[in-house]
C-alpha cells in the first residue's frame, strides 16, 4: 500500500493519459495514480479501464458525469483520497507540463523536510517556463505577484498546480466550502491551508507546455481568478481561520 496518491483531473486527455500514468508508476517510490474524468468524449476514461488491468491495485478511476470545473473535479479526489488512508495527495496535470520525475522531491519536501504543502513553483528561481508565448508568461507571473500583493502570502508561484498536500492540511480545509472552480481554485487552496498556519514550501520546477491536446485556459477562469482574490481576501478579515 502506497502512502502517496496522485490526482490527475482529465478532460480529452486521450493523447497522454497512458503515458502520464506510466511516468508516475516509474517511479522509484511507488505513487498511486486517481484519474478524475470528467465524462471526456475521447475516451479517456476507457484507456485508464484497460490500463487497471496491467496496474489493478495502484491506477483508480472517477468519472463524473460532466465537466464543472478543475476545483471541483479535484474536490471529488481529495474526498476520496481521505476516505483512504493516503498521507500525502497530490495534484498534477496529465499533459507533462508537470514532469513525473518530481514528485519524490515534492513528497520529499513533506516527509522528510517539515512543509505541509509543497508547491512545485515556476516562479522560485526566477521564470523556469518552457515553449510558453510571451502573452501567457505575463499573465501567469503577473497573476502570482497580484495575488501575493492582495493577500500578503509570501507565495511566489499561487497559481501553480503541482503541489503535495500532507492529509491534515486537507482534513483541516472544509472542502465543501472551496468556492472557486477554475484558476482561483488554486489561489483559494493554499491562501486557506496559509490562513490555517500550516508551513507552505516552494520547490523549483521546469514547467513545459503541453504538446499534445488542447489547453483548458479561458477567459472565464482569468476573471475568476482576478476578482476572486479581492473576494478571499475581504472574507477572511470578517472569518476565523
Not at 119 to 148: D, E, H, M, Q
Amino acid at each position: 500500500m502506497s502512502d502517496a496518491l496522485v490526482i490527475i483531473p482529465t478532460f480529452n486527455e486521450i493523447e497522454n493519459i497512458e503515458a502520464i500514468v506510466r511516468a508516475v508508476f516509474s517511479q522509484g517510490k511507488p505513487f498511486h495514480v486517481l484519474v478524475v474524468d470528467d465524462n471526456s468524449p475521447d475516451g479517456t476514461a476507457e484507456t485508464v479501464k484497460a490500463l487497471q488491468s496491467e496496474f489493478s491495485e495502484q491506477l483508480f478511476l472517477l468519472e463524473r458525469s460532466k465537466k464543472d470545473g478543475l476545483g471541483m473535479a479535484y474536490i471529488a479526489g481529495f474526498k476520496w483520497a481521505l476516505e483512504r488512508s493516503y498521507q500525502y495527495i497530490f495534484e498534477m496535470d496529465a499533459d507533462f507540463s508537470h514532469n513525473p520525475d518530481d514528485l519524490v522531491v515534492l513528497h520529499d519536501a513533506c516527509s522528510e523536510g517539515g512543509a505541509d504543502l509543497a508547491v512545485g513553483s515556476r516562479y522560485v528561481k526566477g521564470i523556469t517556463v518552457v515553449n510558453w508565448p510571451l502573452f501567457r508568461i505575463l499573465l501567469s507571473y503577473g497573476a502570482s505577484r497580484y495575488v501575493r500583493f492582495i493577500t500578503g502570502m509570501k507565495v511566489k508561484d499561487s497559481t501553480a498546480g503541482f503541489i503535495c498536500y500532507k492529509r491534515t492540511v486537507l482534513e483541516a480545509i472544509d472542502l465543501n466550502k472551496v468556492k472557486f472552480i477554475g484558476y482561483a481554485f488554486q489561489i483559494e487552496m493554499k491562501f486557506k491551508a496559509y490562513k490555517k498556519g500550516f508551513q507552505i514550501v516552494e520547490i523549483p520546477v521546469i514547467f513545459k507546455d503541453r504538446i499534445k491536446g488542447k489547453s483548458k485556459m479561458s477567459g472565464s477562469i482569468i476573471s475568476e481568478a482576478i476578482f476572486g482574490v479581492i473576494s478571499l481576501k475581504l472574507k477572511s478579515l470578517f472569518t476565523k481561520s
